[in-house]
C-alpha cells in the first residue's frame, strides 16, 4: 500500500502545525528518516492501516532482558583480549594502565548519560541515527545517507567471532602459537557462528532471545566468577615457577616504564579500553522493543555498566599479579584463557575457563548480531540502498532475516581478508572503537545543538553538560591522536593506518550521498522522491523514485 498517494488525506488529519511536512510529503523531506515519523502520525497509521507498533514484534524486552543486552554486549571478548595490548600501549606502568581503564569508565558513564538524555527524547529503534538525524538536518538527507551506508558496511561482528575461535581451539588444546600466529582457523571457527546465530535470530524472534537470555544468564554467572577468581589472584596466588609478577605493592615498581610511551601508544590503549566498554550505546538500536524504555534503560544502564567496571578492574589487577610484562605482551588475545590456566590449573582454568570465555564471546555475538541486523533494518527502511525492500523486510518468519544474514556476510568477508596474527584483532578494534569516537563526538555535541533549538523540552533522563563536554574534548583528542607518532602501531600486514581506513570508509559514505542526491541528479534533470510504504509485514518503509522536470 503506497502512503504517498494518501497525502490529500493526511492534510485533512494533520493540519500544518501538527502534522510536519517532512513526515509524508513526497518533496519535503528534511532529514529522510522513517523513524521520524511523529507518534501522532503513527496513531493514525495505526488507526487507519491495521499498523498497531512501531515493530511488528512490539515491546517485550522487560529490565531482565535489557540488562542482558547491556552485559551481553559490554562484556564480549575485550576484557580477555585486549588488555595485553592495551598494557604494553601504556609501557607496562601499571599506574597509567589503570589510569586509563578508569577513565575509559568515567567516559563511557558519561556517554552512557548522553544516549540515556536522547533516547528518552526519542525512544525508539535507530539509536544514534535517530539522534543525530534529529539535529543535523543539513544539507538535505546527508546525514541520513551517510549514516545509514556506514552502519550497513561496517554492521558485522567480526572482533568477538576472532576472540570465540581462538578460545575454542585453545580449550580445546591446541597450542599458543597455532592458535595466536600460525592459522586462520579461528577465523573459520568464528564464522560459522556467526552464521547460525544469524539464522536463529532471522527464523524466530521469540527463540533467539530466548537462546539469547540464557547465554545471557550464564555470561552473568561467568562474570562473578571471574570476579572472583580476581579476587583470589590478589589474595592467595603466589608465583611459584613464574618470574617475577608486574604488580607489587611498592611504588616505585607502581610508577615504572617497560618499554616506550608515546601518545599515538596511549591514544590507541584507551580506544580499545573504551571499546571494552561498549555496548553502552548499542541498546538504544532495539528501543521500539523495549518495555517503558525510559524507565527500563534508566535502571538497566548504570547497573550494567557499573557491574562490569568492578568485573573489569578484579581481572586487571589479576593480569598484573600473575604476568610478567614479557609474559602479558606475548600472551595477546589469549591473556585471558593462559591467566585463569595459571590460577586454576590445566583442566579446569584452560578448558573449563577457557570454553566459559568463548561461551562469553558467543554471548556477545548474539547480541550483537541482533542489536546490528535491527539498525541494518532500520536503515533499510530508508530506501536508500539497493535491494532496500527486501533488506528491510521481516519475511519469511517474522524476523529480520535478511539483515541478519547481510551481518553475516559481512563478517565472512573480514575474516578472510584479515591476517590470522593476533594484532589483526586489535587493529579491527581500533577501526571499530576510531569510527565509533566520531560518532559519539558528533551525537555530543548535537545534544547542546538540540537543547539550544528545544529549550522547552525537558528530558526525563539528563545528562551532566560537563560529562558531556569532556567527551566532546576527549573525542577530538582520541581522532587526532593516532596520526600523532609512529604510525606503524597502527597497521598490519597490507592494510593501510586504522584511522585512515576509518575516514576511507566514512568519506565513501559520504562520497555516496553525493552522487546519488546531488551530482547525478543535476547532470541528468531528475529530482528524487520518495514514497512511504506499509509492508506486507506491517513496517513501513521508503521507496525513492525519480521524478524529471521535462
Known amino acids: 500500500m503506497v502512503l504517498a498517494n494518501q497525502n490529500s488525506t493526511l492534510l485533512k488529519k494533520f493540519p500544518d502545525s501538527e502534522r510536519g511536512e517532512e513526515t509524508f510529503a513526497e518533496d519535503s523531506l528534511t532529514y529522510g528518516s522513517v523513524s521520524s515519523l511523529r507518534s501522532d502520525d503513527l496513531e493514525f497509521l495505526s488507526l487507519d492501516l491495521g499498523f498497531h507498533n512501531e515493530v511488528p514484534q512490539g515491546r517485550h524486552l522487560g529490565v531482565f532482558s535489557t540488562v542482558v543486552l547491556f552485559v551481553s554486549r559490554i562484556i564480549g571478548s575485550g576484557i580477555f583480549a585486549a588488555p ?59 546525514m541520513s545517507v551517510t549514516f545509514t551506508t556506514y552502519t550497513v558496511l561496517m554492521g558485522m561482528a567480526v572482533s568477538n567471532a576472532i576472540v570465540f575461535g581462538k578460545y575454542v581451539l585453545y580449550g580445546l588444546g591446541f597450542d599458543e602459537d597455532f592458535v595466536n600466529k600460525n592459522s586462520a582457523a579461528c577465523n573459520y571457527v568464528g564464522a560459522v557462528l556467526v552464521i547460525c546465530i544469524s539464522f536463529i535470530h532471522g527464523y524466530s524472534v521469540k527463540g533467539g532471545i530466548l537462546v539469547q537470555n540464557f547465554l545471557g544468564a550464564l555470561k552473568l554467572l561467568f562474570a562473578l566468577i571471574i570476579s572472583l577468581t580476581g579476587i583470589y589472584a590478589v589474595c592467595f596466588y603466589k608465583p611459584a615457577e613464574y618470574s617475577s609478577q608486574i604488580a607489587t605493592t611498592q611504588l616505585p ?23 571494552c566498554f561498549a555496548g553502552w550505546d548499542t541498546v538504544h538500536t532495539v528501543a521500539s522493543e523495549i518495555k517503558n524504555p525510559v524507565r527500563t534503560l534508566k535502571i538497566a544502564g548504570p547497573l550494567s555498566l557499573g557491574a562490569c567496571l568492578l568485573c573489569y578492574l578484579s581481572v586487571n589487577v589479576a593480569y598484573l599479579k600473575v604476568f610478567t610484562y614479557e609474559e602479558f605482551k606475548a600472551a595477546g588475545p589469549l591473556a585471558g584463557s593462559i591467566l585463569f590456566t595459571r590460577l586454576l590449573g590445566e583442566n579446569v582454568g584452560r578448558k573449563l575457563i577457557t570454553l566459559g570465555i568463548a561461551l562469553s564471546a558467543a554471548s556477545n555475538l548474539f547480541v550483537v548480531v541482533y542489536s546490528t541486523s535491527r539498525m541494518s533494518q532500520e536503515c533499510f527502511r530508508e530506501g536508500f540502498l539497493p535491494f532496500s525492500k527486501i533488506m528491510a523486510s521481516n519475511r519469511p518468519w517474522g524476523a529480520p532475516l535478511s539483515s541478519s544474514l547481510l551481518c553475516a556476510a559481512l563478517t565472512c568477508f573480514w575474516l578472510i581478508l584479515l591476517p590470522s596474527s593476533g594484532a589483526a584483532y586489535s587493529y579491527l578494534v581500533a577501526l571499530e572503537g576510531y569510527s565509533n569516537q566520531l560518532i559519539i563526538l558528533l551525537v555530543a555535541v548535537g545534544l547542546f545543538i538540540y537543547r539550544k533549538r528545544n529549550p522547552d523540552v525537558i528530558a526525563e533522563i539528563r545528562a551532566n553538560s560537563l560529562g558531556v563536554g569532556a567527551l566532546i574534548v576527549l573525542s577530538t583528542y582520541l581522532l587526532i591522536g593516532p596520526f600523532i607518532g609512529d604510525q606503524h602501531e597502527a597497521t598490519v600486514s597490507h592494510l593501510p593506518p586504522y584511522p585512515v581506513a576509518a575516514l576511507l570508509i566514512m568519506t565513501t559514505c559520504l562520497g555516496f550521498w553525493f552522487m546519488k542526491f546531488i551530482v547525478f541528479p543535476k547532470l541528468l534533470g531528475y529530482e528524487l522522491k520518495r514514497k512511504v510504504h506499509m509492508m506486507e509485514d506491517s513496517l513501513v518503509s521508503v521507496e525513492w523514485y525519480k521524478e524529471y522536470a521535462f
Open 84 to 142: 595485553s595490548s592495551i598494557f604494553v600501549g601504556c609501557g607496562g606502568n601499571p599506574i597509567l594502565f589503570f589510569g586509563i581503564w578508569f577513565f575509559a569508565a568515567a567516559m563511557a558513564f558519561a556517554g552512557l548519560y548522553l544516549f540515556l538524555e536522547f533516547g528518552s527524547l526519542l525512544p525508539r529503534s535507530g539509536g544514534r541515527k535517530n539522534f543525530l538525524e534529529a539535529v543535523y538536518t543539513k544539507p538535505a538527507k546527508m
Open 253 to 275: 615498581s607502581l610508577l615504572q616504564s617497560q618499554d616506550v610511551v608515546t601518545v599515538s601508544s596511549v591514544t590507541t590503549a584507551f580506544i580499545q579500553a573504551f571499546f
